[in-house]
């Protein structure tokens, strides 16, 4: 079974671009999370979708990202206009179902901003 | 911010069991432990997690104590490949299962 698939593993943009990131979860389950690690600091959630819905969404920083879930499979993260402060590694998770436990993680993509 | 408090780091010989300990003082009645870790930059990967009773998996044991503020996980045998930093956290299930992450603690494992 395939584990989480992220694409790209890695971009470089120019402040200003625009960047989208794409998560493939685990096939079949219907919980999906974004983090992301900025320098220096610490993991922070992002986002949680209940299959194609947003669960949870009070990580998102600012009105600049924008995920998205279509069909409840594959989601995107856009950033739009790209700041320097956005450089950072982009996690995504999924779960299978309501009340799992274990969130299994994607390997990141790593977004930077020049 | 995360509800845990861990120390920064510490080691241990390869073969020996490992135990690493987690503050978490203010854990509501409904929140559960989890422990993840993240290997170099790879992405955190799960461990074990727990409510109130003592758990054991085929990757480590997790000790809660009887008032819930603190526990301790357990890795049997440390090898090599164990070095990596620990993320003990608190949280829910369902609507509430957004994981926060600390700083964590680093175990460097030594031959």
């Known amino acids: 079974e395939a584990g989480v698939t992220q694409f790209p593993s890695h971009s470089v943009i120019e402040k200003g671009q625009t960047v989208t990131l794409r998560c493939d979860p685990i096939?079949?389950?219907?919980?999906l999370y974004w983090y992301r690690r900025v320098m220096g600091k610490e993991i922070k959630f992002l986002l949680h979708?209940?299959?194609?819905?947003?669960?949870?969404e009070s990580g998102m920083p600012n009105n600049r990202f924008l995920a998205e879930r279509t069909g409840g499979t594959y989601s995107t993260l856009k950033v739009q206009p790209a700041e320097l402060e956005d450089s950072g590694v982009y996690f995504c998770?999924?779960?299978?179902?309501?009340?799992?436990?274990?969130?299994?993680f994607g390997p990141g993509t790593r977004l930077t901003v020049t | 911010d995360a509800k845990t408090t861990q120390p920064p780091s510490m080691d241990c010989a390869e073969g020996r069991a490992a135990n690493l300990p987690c503050n978490h003082s203010?854990?509501?009645?409904?929140?559960?432990v989890y422990w993840y870790r993240q290997i170099h930059s790879q992405g955190p990967q799960y461990i074990i997690h727990?409510?109130?009773n003592n758990e054991t998996n085929e990757m480590a044991s997790l000790i809660i104590t009887e008032d819930r503020k603190s526990s301790t996980l357990i890795l049997p045998h440390a090898t090599l490949r164990d070095t990596a930093v620990y993320y003990c956290?608190?949280?829910?299930?369902?609507?509430?299962?957004?994981?926060?992450f600390g700083k964590g603690i680093t175990l460097s494992v030594r031959p």
């Open positions: 956290i608190v949280s829910g299930t369902g609507a509430n299962s957004k994981l926060t």
């Open positions: 727990g409510l109130k």
């Open positions: 979708f209940v299959k194609e819905s947003k669960q949870d």
């Open positions: 998770a999924s779960s299978q179902r309501e009340w799992s436990y274990e969130q299994y």
């Open positions: 203010t854990i509501s009645g409904n929140e559960y």
């Open positions: 096939s079949g389950h219907d919980n």
